[in-house]
C-alpha cells in the first residue's frame, strides 16, 4: 500500500498569499497518476488537479500541482476567501488507493 | 450535470448489514470506473472500494475486504455496496464516486453527497 504524507497537517495563512502543500508517497507513484481535492465543510470533496499537474474542468488557474515521483506540491498563487478548505493528496495508480491525512488551510 | 445519489445509510447494529446504493444519471454509467470512499465524523478521506466500468474487476481496501462487496447494475445505472459484519470503526459518511476513465486507476471527478452509516448498538 503507498502510503501519503501531507505537510504541514495545518496551514494558517491571509487572503492573498501564496501557498504550497506537499504530499510525500512511500513509494513511486507511476505515471504521476496523483489527484488534489479540496473539501469544505459539511460537502463532498471536489477535484483540483489529476494527473499531478492537469487542472480539472472549471478550476481557476491560481491552482496549480507539480512533482513526480514520490514528492508532489499543490501551489495556490493567490489564496482567496473561498479557498479556505482542507485539502487531501490521492494516488490512483495502485490498489488500493490511498488519501493523504489532509492539510487545513486556515484564515490567519 | 452529473448526478450521483447515495441511499441505504443509517444505524445498524454491531455485526450487522447494510446495502447502499447510489443512483447515478446525466452521464454514460456504463463507459466509467465507480468507487465508493467514505469519512469518519471529523477524520480525512479513506478509500473503501472500486468496481471498472464493466464491473469485471473489483477492488477492496484491505480494512473492508472479506466484508464488502462492491457491484453494478449498468443496466439501471445503479452502484452497490453490500456491507457485512459491520464495526463500530466503519461509522461513517460513505459518498459514492464517478470516476473520471474506463479503468479503475482514475481520479474521481463527482461525488455524492454521501450517506450516513451509523454502527453501534
Known amino acids: 500500500e503507498i502510503v501519503l504524507t501531507q505537510s504541514p497537517g495545518t496551514l494558517s495563512v491571509s487572503p492573498g498569499e501564496r501557498v504550497t502543500l506537499s504530499c510525500r508517497a512511500s513509494?513511486?507513484?507511476?505515471?504521476?497518476?496523483l489527484a488534489w481535492y479540496q473539501q469544505k465543510p459539511g460537502q463532498a470533496p471536489r477535484l483540483l488537479i489529476y494527473d499531478a499537474s492537469s487542472r480539472a474542468t472549471g478550476i481557476p488557474d491560481r491552482f496549480s500541482g507539480s512533482g513526480s515521483g514520490t514528492d508532489f506540491a499543490l501551489t495556490i498563487s493567490r489564496l482567496e476567501p473561498e479557498d479556505f478548505a482542507v485539502y487531501y493528496c490521492q494516488q490512483y495508480r495502485s490498489s488500493p488507493q490511498t488519501f493523504g491525512q489532509g492539510t487545513k488551510v486556515e484564515i490567519k | 450535470e452529473v448526478q450521483l445519489l447515495e441511499s441505504g445509510g443509517g444505524l445498524v447494529q454491531p455485526g450487522g448489514s447494510l446495502r447502499l446504493s447510489c443512483a447515478a444519471s446525466?452521464?454514460?454509467?456504463?463507459?466509467?470506473?465507480m468507487s465508493w470512499v467514505r469519512q469518519a465524523p471529523g477524520k480525512g478521506l479513506e478509500w473503501v472500494s472500486a468496481i471498472s466500468a464493466s464491473g469485471g474487476t473489483t477492488y477492496y481496501a484491505d480494512s473492508v475486504k472479506g466484508r464488502f462487496t462492491i457491484s453494478r447494475d449498468n443496466s439501471r445505472n445503479t452502484l452497490i455496496l453490500q456491507m457485512y459484519s459491520l464495526r463500530a470503526e466503519d461509522t461513517a459518511v460513505y459518498f459514492c464516486?464517478?470516476?473520471?476513465?474506463?479503468?479503475?486507476?482514475?481520479?474521481?471527478?463527482?461525488w455524492g453527497q454521501g450517506t450516513l452509516v451509523t454502527v453501534s448498538s
Open positions: 513509494e513511486t507513484v507511476s505515471s504521476r497518476f
Open positions: 464516486a464517478k470516476g473520471s476513465r474506463y479503468g479503475s486507476g482514475s481520479p474521481i471527478d463527482y
Open positions: 446525466e452521464f454514460t454509467f456504463n463507459n466509467y470506473a
